[in-house]
Nanobody, 124 residues
Framework: QVYLVESGGGSVEAGGSLRLTCVVSGYSAERFIMGWFRQRPGKAREGVARLDKGVATYADSVKGRFSISEDEAKRTVYLQMDSLQPEDTAMYYC???????????????????WGRGTQVNVSS
């Protein structure tokens, strides 16, 4: 079983930056497709960024502002968020596709392991 634990959320002013961290633990020597999702107040959860064998993909809403990366040795995935805006306020979740090899941002059902989330608040 794979366990994911997020950290790094907090409160910032518009234009600020945060870096979210997701630590991956549990039995597996494989590399997974990793993703970051968010759920904004009153909205459905949405995919933000994914990383598959070093190739990053982003939602249009964050492209150019967010960056996903990983440190394999530390089994950690990061989401660097710059130029944050109030509309980025959300609970952010780390997710892993350990089973399907799809990991599509538009389909959270592709991801079978989830963290509990970390809250990001951006004030204007």
């Amino acid at each position: 079983q794979v366990y994911l634990v997020e950290s790094g959320g907090g409160s910032v002013e518009a234009g600020g930056s945060l870096r979210l961290t997701c630590v991956v633990s549990g039995y597996s020597a494989e590399r997974f497709i990793m993703g970051w999702f968010r759920q904004r107040p009153g909205k459905a959860r949405e995919g933000v960024a994914r990383l598959d064998k070093g190739v990053a993909t982003y939602a249009d809403s964050v492209k150019g502002r967010f960056s996903i990366s990983e440190d394999e040795a530390k089994r950690t995935v990061y989401l660097q968020m710059d130029s944050l805006q109030p509309e980025d306020t959300a609970m952010y979740y780390c997710a892993a596709d350990t089973m399907y090899g799809l990991g599509r941002l538009q389909d959270e059902d592709d991801f079978d392991a989830w963290g509990r989330g970390t809250q990001v608040n951006v004030s204007s």
